[in-house]
């Protein structure tokens, strides 16, 4: 699919993912039931419970030393759970940015409700299909790579992986790959609050993000 399709790839020879995805095939075909997981997190076990988490700490985070922050990028978003948790956040202060290429039912920029969320959609040459979550964690931000969009589907009836990435170096380019994607002001499209799309048209110099990393 690399012809009409982003992603971003992971290879790795961490004794504990291999483990873990041995684990996650032996379930899937039958074979034996979930062991705890050292390096993944999964639905229907404990995805969105883990978001709801990350977002609590966020919350958290904002109210002591006002820095909360949640930078996500996906397909979809339409899980009510997850979206009632980003307005709360937001509620509470918490700056959130969402690529969300598709389906969204959240409403950005709602005063008293999501104020403080920004959602843009990029739809280009190639079919955006990566999914980044990005937590500030107090300035040590927090960064993972998964299968799963915010939608119900994906939290409740299959079987869905994320991992954290650790090292410093992959971490950067992945807010790299994030930042050059919200800077993007030639595909990218910004949801209003009165739920209606518009190109965003910020910028003499025009940026195409797909054909920036196609280069």
């Not at 639905?43 to 930078?71: C, H, M, T």
């Not at 869905?160 to 380019?173: G, R, V």
């Not at 799309?197 to 280069?215: H, L, P, R, T, V």
Request: net charge neutral; aromatic share 14%; charged share 30%.
């Amino acid at each position: 699919t690399a012809k009409l399709y982003t992603d971003i790839g992971y290879f790795t020879c961490n004794d504990d993912f291999g483990r873990d995805i041995s684990d996650v095939f032996n379930v899937m075909t039958g074979y034996s039931m979930p062991s705890p997981w050292k390096r993944i997190v999964s639905s229907p076990n404990d995805l969105r419970k883990y978001f709801f988490d990350l977002i609590d700490a966020e919350i958290a985070f904002q109210k002591k030393f006002k820095n909360g922050a949640v930078w996500a990028k996906m397909n979809s978003l339409e899980d009510p759970k997850i979206i009632e948790k980003l307005y709360e956040a937001s509620g509470a202060g918490v700056k959130i940015r969402l690529l969300v290429r598709g389906i969204c039912c959240l409403v950005p920029g709602v005063p008293g409700l999501s104020e403080n969320i920004e959602v843009r959609s990029i739809v280009g040459r190639l079919l955006e299909h990566s999914r980044i979550y990005m937590f500030n964690n107090n300035s040590n931000a927090r960064l993972f790579m998964a299968s799963a969009d915010w939608m119900q589907r994906n939290f409740d009836r299959r079987i869905e992986l994320m991992f954290e990435i650790y090292k410093q170096d992959i971490k950067e380019h992945l807010n790299f790959i994030f930042d050059s994607y919200w800077k993007d002001n030639t595909k990218a499209r910004i949801l209003s609050p009165d739920k209606t799309y518009s190109y965003d048209k910020n910028g003499e110099d025009k940026f195409n993000a797909q054909e920036f990393f196609i280069k």
